[in-house]
DNA sequence: TATGAATGAGTATTCATTCAT
DNA sequence: TATGAATGAATACTCATTCAT
């Protein structure tokens, strides 16, 4: 007879499958807060709502959210996390010529953002409802994707490439223009498209810091 | 032709005297407002706070606006208003050069956003709360504020001051940026002050569109 | 003209109106939940059904009690204080005997809780649910109830009339018999009424301590 | 007859192995339970809580008990049936006389109580959450406890033993007293122990029945 | 004008219970 | 037997708004 413990055992594959539904699970929620909170605004979209576009129970929210506030800033963080992780290696596929990788680095911020706007949008728009701790989180993040920008601007900047500007005031500003493509689309839209703005503002900042 | 408040038989004196209390009242609501909205957030913000913070009742606020989004359109309104009207001034004053405006207008610009981020904080965080009369209100502003930015640009693009940029764009950047100094102040404000950002930033924008 | 602060000014008879009008509210959403909290129990009862019960909207029992435990605690500390309050009266009343200020104390006590038996049953059932500070406070009314007794006890020791009994625990069984009558009523009221019960208890607690 | 385990075609002694193993069990879960309910009370505890403590998954909770109110009922029973149990052998024990039959039986009560006061509050607190049936076991039980005491204070009552007490009531105190040792343990303990409760109560009681 | 008591619709969250595995 | 993911009904509490005074 097995021992006792051994019964508990599962073959390895099926935990991995467990995880893995459960990750899709936690995904599917989150997509539809993220829908609802952009469209309706988080303090207009309801728990029930989330449970209804996620094809899931409310209660089911629960167990993979602490609770709605929590979905919320699982939202931001995601789509900040994504700006972090994405745009040190688009950078460094560029290779090592400062106006390249921040060309790059940029064409892929404003990429990621045109994918995900809403998320965008709500990092702006909600992130005081966020408590302390969650702001904190946000702001780390934050200043993680700036940093390579800050980087290959110092760097043009020593080679020569770039004036002896505030580069921390044009990161400032990249992150800024960036944002600004989910927070007017709505205008810019009218007689842009996502290349040209890329491409216009790149010419513009390039422009200015240019020696 | 008369004007309203006359139509009633009162004597002018009594009607200004009340008139202007009403008005006085209305700021003090008003300011409360904008005071807790920036606190703790629209949503979190209730009408009972706001009228303990103004010193008056709750059912007093109903009587100077419909209710509490009213409120809320009001405070944005309010700044975005002062946009409108303090910046063509200011590029009065600096005369004809193009140059020369666009610097008086983006420092006065920023100026009045310095003087109340919390409302410009606030036109990011909550317009989407608005009905759509609301925001449609927002928008005709947002654009008679651009206004005289746009043809500042377009004046000195005819004149050749400046190189032939997307003068939309380059007004999308410059409200941006100032938008900036109240979105991003807890950041900014460790390594600037209001004239350095200024300062620098018009460097930068006008660095890209000089020939 | 009169001052501004005088033109709220209120005669005294409105502000004791509005204070008593305030007071018998707040006992009539009192008596509703303590009905309710002794026919379905404290957690079965929901603070719609003691709105409803007391005629009033749920919002308004937020304005008297901070929540629902609360009114637990008010409904619980309301009998104990009535207690607390009535002993001493009946036992001065019943002059300096020792014996029958028990007498008088005892039976007054069994009648305070034949008046409100739910409340009685509510102390023991549900003093659990509140909070540290709502138990503490219950502790702290039921040694003021029994310390009358134990005077009186200690009196009747050191004047003859009792036996060098253990008075503290004499109080204890009188408090447990007085309760009883509203924890076993169910089945003492099969064949016996609360002076007969009364009357017999006191003849065995006090034969039990007589010389 | 066939006993109802070996209807299906099952050795004997596997049967006997497994009902063991389901009968520890059970046990199991209601021991978790029973110390949850008195640390938080019945409201407050979680069928989770209780399986987690059990050791076991939620659903198998429901493998052995009907809901989480026949968990609350067979703790209290499980008590009560002690005392029906136990009371009647140690009075047994001590012989014919009714004095000592009383002693031993009230000694025994007092003493199961002190094992398990838990369950015994329980019982206080939480009986009116049952369903009627419940309830009516639990009556029944009480009423089978009571028995072997009012059958010895009749004997003693015939035998000249006692004075021509109420029987019923002096037996009603008797558990009151007894129970009194689990509810108010927090301050009986204060300067009592078993022991002494149990001989000191039972001085009082008899002095007060004795001739 | 001004008050603030009263309303009641709206909502996040919990948790007993089920059932596919 | 045993698991625990999933369900969804139930409920305390909030707060914008009204209206009698």
Do not use: C
């Not at 700036?146 to 020569?160: L, V, Y």
């Amino acid at each position: 007879m097995v021992r006792r413990e051994e019964v508990h055992d599962v073959p390895t594959k099926q935990v991995d499958a467990k995880a893995e539904r459960a990750l899709r699970r936690r995904a599917e929620i989150l997509r539809a807060a993220v829908q609802l909170f952009q469209e309706d605004g988080y303090h207009s979209t309801t728990t029930h709502a989330v449970a209804d576009r996620a094809g899931i129970s409310v209660g089911l929210i629960y167990q993979y959210f602490g609770n709605k506030e929590d979905l919320l800033r699982a939202a931001i963080v995601d789509i900040l996390g994504e700006f972090r992780d994405r745009i040190p290696v688009a950078m460094d596929e560029a290779g090592d010529d400062p106006e390249a990788r921040l060309r790059s680095g940029f064409r892929t911020l404003v990429a990621v953002i045109d994918e995900k706007p809403e998320a965008t949008v709500l990092s702006y728009r909600e992130s005081m409802t966020l408590s302390r701790e969650g702001r904190d989180e946000l702001k780390k993040l934050e200043v993680e994707t700036a940093e390579p920008f800050r980087r290959a601007i110092e760097d043009g900047i020593r080679s020569g490439a770039f004036r002896a500007v505030d580069a921390d005031l044009v990161v400032h500003n990249l992150l800024l223009v960036a944002h600004g493509w989910a927070l007017k689309h709505w205008r810019l839209s009218t007689w842009l498209d996502l290349d040209t703005y890329v491409q216009r503002e790149l010419d513009l900042v390039l422009g200015a810091i240019r020696p």
